[in-house]
């Protein structure tokens, strides 16, 4: 960042005035403080602010009185913490549905089965409050993103959880297609045990594919998240900005990040694919539900955008100067619409123990029928003398 020297009084050589206050120029020296275009006196550890209101003094022995953190909340909510706070709600009203689906939907009913565990269908529900969690965290760090005078820890975290909600968002949408691809199994299975003849390559398919999808969930995680930090801050200058922020954002490790997550992407699609080629000769309803279908292109937007802003920094959420519009629109929303579309979905259908139940007692009646086997209504009586 820009210096500006330390001008002396007319008076004393050895004084300067900051906003007003003398200072010693050999203790600021002899401390290392400088001032810089930006009113603020720093020695790379400690800053402070020098302006308006601000006016900080400093004894010669280093330590300072009436000093108040670059690192402050200064300016009011702009147009990044609005939109944040607004998604943010909106994510916590994901919450609220995702929890209610999770006990409908979780709830058991009929003896587990080892082939389809009850968690089984509870791991997309965990994994939208995961997602919705990390969301919030990000959403509103961001308002003090726009508030604080320097970039400190805000802009840190807002990064750290929106990159975050990458492999969350990937296992999310893995689960709800895995979970329905067990769900038209489990429907074949319990109709006739011995329906679906064994099938080597299906077996292997099945038992690889979530393998291969947690091994590329596991390496964007790792790609992505256990990194230093601290350089996105660095946004205190252009020329900071460039040497600094700018590379650690854009660095190879974002890059193959993306890129490894658009492999998992095409990992469900392989798998969505593969359970329609499966159970499409098996059951007159095989045509993959709308919101499934959705949440994928949902998923390969959010993909997109995490690729571009690894290569172009005016597009990343890292950028403090960033238009909200492409993070919000691009970053937050896929995940939003996907928590969205799986509720309203889930909301439409019955609890799938229920659904067994009901279809058993349908083709017990269609049983009944075939054998002409007509059960007496139960308000009946029957005793030794007849009805």
Known sequence: MPLIPFTPSPSDASTTTINGVPFSIPALTTHHYALYTNNTISNGSECYLAFDGFRPRMLD?????????????????????????????????????????????????????????LVGRRWQWYWMLFVSACAMVSLFTGVDVDRYYLQQMPIMLQCFF????????????????????????????????????????????????????????WLTFF??????????????????????????????????????????????????????????PHTHTPAVPIHLLLNLALLALRTAY???????????????????????????????????AANAAAFRVENEDKQLIAQRVARGRVHDAELHLVKKPSWIVVTDSGV
């Open 61 to 117: 022995n280093g330590t300072w009185i009436h000093a108040t953190s670059c690192y402050i909340p200064y300016f009011g909510i702009s147009t990044r913490g609005v939109t944040s706070i607004v998604f943010g709600g909106l994510f916590g009203l994901g919450v609220l549905f995702t929890l209610m689906n999770l006990k409908r939907h979780g709830a058991q009913y009929l003896r587990e089965d080892k082939r389809f565990r």
């Open 162 to 217: 929106f990159t975050l909600m990458v492999p969350g968002s990937l296992a999310m949408v893995w689960e709800g297609v895995r979970h329905w691809g067990s769900w038209q199994e489990r429907q074949l299975v319990d109709a006739d045990p011995y329906g679906m003849p064994p099938d080597a390559r299906r077996t292997r398919i099945q038992f690889y594919s979530p393998l291969l999808f947690y091994l590329l969930a």
């Open 223 to 280: 790609l992505t998240i256990p990194k230093p930090w601290s350089p996105i801050q660095k946004q205190n200058s252009p020329e900071q900005t460039r040497a600094i922020a700018m590379p650690a954002a854009t660095d190879t490790r974002n890059k193959a990040g993306a890129l490894v997550a658009a492999l998992a992407c095409l990992t469900i699609a392989a798998s969505l694919s593969h359970t329609l080629h499966i159970y499409k």
């Open 306 to 340: 995490a690729i571009v802003s690894s290569f172009a920094w005016s597009l990343s959420l890292s950028n403090h100067a960033v238009p909200i519009a492409y993070p919000i629109a691009l970053g937050y929303a896929p995940p939003l619409l996907i928590i969205l």
